[in-house]
């Protein structure tokens, strides 16, 4: 278990730069037995006590001292039954924890999926023509850490109306962008 203050979705990617000798130990757990891991999300928003399950998708360098730069992709969120400061013989921690099993075919209904096309064009992002799932909207709107609890904890049936909501926004933030960009001139 790796407690931060980050709470990854399911499929997103994310940077971690390993230094403390627990959390080697961990990367190098996770790379000689290809064991996924936990990210607890560490944060006061946590009352349900989530987190996101980790895959390690490679190592993008090892530094002399020990320290490694990864990239691990999120499998699934569970909840924390049980948080152990050390787990068994490790130095890292570790705990008992319920997968939720997360469905990554959750697609958006076309309201969601046309605002969506449209906020993809307006932030000059190139799409595949591949259907995107709820989750890929999610991770693709950089939603903090509080909007991402609170994406993960709400009804399922709501999901869709709260990922419309946050897009509404960050459209209008870009549509303003766009429209002060010819209001500034340089002296």
């Not at 064991?35 to 980790?54: A, C, D, Q, T, W």
């Not at 320290?67 to 130095?91: A, G, P, Q």
């Not at 190139?126 to 909007?147: G, K, M, S």
């Amino acid at each position: 278990m790796f407690p931060l203050s980050i709470l990854p979705l399911p499929g997103e990617l994310v940077p971690l730069h390993i230094f403390e000798p627990r959390y080697r130990q961990l990367l190098q757990d996770a790379e000689i037995n290809d064991i996924p891991f936990g990210v607890y999300f560490s944060h006061e928003v946590n009352e349900r006590k989530i987190g996101s399950l980790m895959k390690l998708e490679s190592i993008i360098k090892r530094y002399p001292g020990g320290e490694t730069d990864i990239i691990v992709k999120c499998d699934d969120i569970f909840n924390m039954d049980l948080l152990l400061r050390t787990y068994k013989s490790k130095l890292y921690p570790g705990g008992n924890v319920r997968l939720w099993k997360v469905m990554m075919d959750a697609f958006p209904g076309p309201a969601l999926y046309d605002l969506f096309i449209q906020y993809l064009k307006l932030r000059n992002i190139a799409h595949n023509l591949t259907p995107f799932n709820l989750y890929q909207i999610a991770n693709e709107l950089n939603l903090d850490a509080v909007d991402r609890y609170k994406f993960l904890t709400i009804n399922e049936d709501r999901r869709e109306v709260f990922l419309l909501g946050r897009l509404r926004f960050q459209i209008h933030l870009a549509e303003q962008e766009e429209k002060t960009k010819d209001s500034f001139h340089l002296n």
